[in-house]
């Protein structure tokens, strides 16, 4: 077996997904920032045993792709080419494109954006000694054949593992594959066709839970919070060291989070610049927050990061509350961080610099006495999703952090003396503020918890 051969990765987005039932194809939705597409190529840029990348694409969204390519520099891929009107169809198009006599070719699906690097690197290996490999993983349901709705057999489900991709071969071996099925087109899957017309063993890697399928709107909403997983561990890892000389202006910098944030970025050699209401700044005032960051970058000619941590706690039945008290905590929660943002842009375009608002552990789901608060908190979430799409071109980065109960003077103030061991500290959240800050993540809400879950 021949273990010199050139890796290919062949990204299949030629669907139209028709079950995702969306004007847009799933390969061009946006997740965290970047479209479904731009993930998937990703997962095989960055391993180290892929040498090209083939992208089938949908001929209407190629310039589209090309653009998407273009923008990101990617150095691994060898071909667009202009997919079929049928998952097989548009399987063979991608490895006739290969010019090898043989080569390794990984197909995977480029609604897949999960992908594992474990996975990819155990599929090549496997080809070392294979000539047919798929991923699967254990079926958690019992699977029952049918027919007109009546239960013909129910298979040991030991036997049994639900398919994913990647799928990986010798590349003469899925030629002749799809070359024997040239009049058929009613398999989905390539490693059906090894099997069927009896071409060799097909050997299985494990694959993982998290290697899900975008297909049902719904997905998205799943997707979201496995990438909102995935990354707080990348943010975790970025080195808070780089925030040496970095200028960063911290919105309610002076009490609570935005002081342990001040206070542990001048620790790290920063140059901050925190203000607050107290010290004459009042983000609800467009004036003021525009004359202050203008202030800032008089005198450093430079702003690398800005942080609103401003922000009022008010608890109460809607229909004990007066509309101008609802209106204020609308204000400072909501239009504040409008304003913080807008005022931003204009010195963060120059820097690729960063954003980075606050939401709360409650903008999942609202509860009773905190029904401004929990939607406004849910606001910040959207907003932050939809700038970081909007400002993706501009280089800015925006990211939103989302701690649970926090040691703070606001929160003692609104719910008096409580056990300290059941609080964050404001020292972590500061932390993880300050990792994000530094990472090439955007569009996501990061969690900040005591302790994993």
């Known amino acids: 077996m021949n273990n010199n051969l050139k890796n290919y990765a062949i990204i299949l987005a030629s ?4 079950r995702y039932n969306n004007e847009t194809p799933k390969q061009f939705i946006k997740i965290a920032g970047k479209t479904v597409l731009e993930h ?3 997962l095989f840029e960055k391993n180290d045993l892929i040498d090209k990348i083939i992208v089938v694409i949908i001929p209407e969204y190629k310039e589209f792709a090309e653009n998407i390519i273009r923008k990101n520099n990617y150095q691994k891929i060898y071909k667009i080419v202009d997919g079929g009107k049928t998952r097989k169809e548009s399987s063979y198009i991608g490895i006739s494109s290969v010019s090898e006599e043989e080569a390794n070719v990984i197909i995977h699906d480029c609604a897949r ?3 594992s690097q474990r996975i990819i690197n155990d599929c090549i290996n496997a080809l070392g000694t294979y000539s047919a490999v798929d991923v699967a993983i254990p079926s958690a349901d019992t699977i029952i054949k049918v027919n007109e709705n009546i239960i013909e057999a129910i298979p040991e489900r030991k036997f049994l593992k639900r398919g994913q991709t990647p799928q990986c071969f010798k590349l003469s071996l899925i030629k002749k594959a799809h070359e024997l099925s040239a009049g058929e087109s009613n398999f989905t899957d390539d490693c059906g066709l090894i099997i069927r017309y009896g071409l060799g063993e097909v050997y299985v890697v494990e694959g993982e839970n998290d290697n899900m399928k975008i297909t049902y709107p719904s997905d998205i909403y799943l997707a979201d919070r496995i ?3 995935k990354t707080s561990t990348v943010a975790e890892q970025t080195d808070i060291e780089n925030l040496k000389d970095k200028v960063i ?7 609570g989070i935005g002081r342990s944030i001040s206070l542990m ?10 203000i607050s209401l107290e010290f004459g700044c009042d983000v609800t005032s467009m004036e003021m927050v525009e004359k202050f960051i203008a202030k800032v970058y008089h005198n450093t000619k430079r702003i690398d990061c800005v942080i609103n941590t401003a922000g009022i706690l008010k608890i109460g039945k809607l229909t004990e509350r007066s509309i101008d008290d609802i209106k204020k905590e609308v204000d400072v929660n909501y239009f504040g961080n409008i304003n913080v943002v807008k005022a931003s842009i204009p010195y963060l375009q120059k820097s690729k610099g960063s954003i980075v608002l606050f939401t709360s552990s409650s903008y999942t789901r609202g509860r009773a006495e905190y029904s401004t608060y929990s939607s406004i908190k849910s606001a910040i979430v959207n907003l932050v999703q939809a700038l970081s799409e909007e400002l993706y071109d501009d280089g800015i980065k925006i990211n939103a952090i989302s701690p649970e109960r926090t040691a703070t003077p606001m929160r003692e103030k609104a719910f008096g003396e409580e056990p300290v061991e059941t609080l964050l500290k404001p020292e972590k959240v500061a932390e993880t503020t300050l990792r994000v800050l530094l990472s090439n993540l955007t569009g996501e809400v990061f969690d900040v918890r005591r302790k994993e879950n």
Not at 265 to 274: M, N
């Open 227 to 229: 990438f909102q997983l």
């Open 40 to 42: 998937t190529i990703e």
């Open 113 to 115: 954006p999960f992908l």
């Open 15 to 18: 669907g139209s997904g028709t």
């Open 249 to 255: 202006i911290v919105f309610g910098g002076t009490s």
């Open 265 to 274: 970025a001048e620790e790290h050699g920063a140059k901050v610049f925190p």
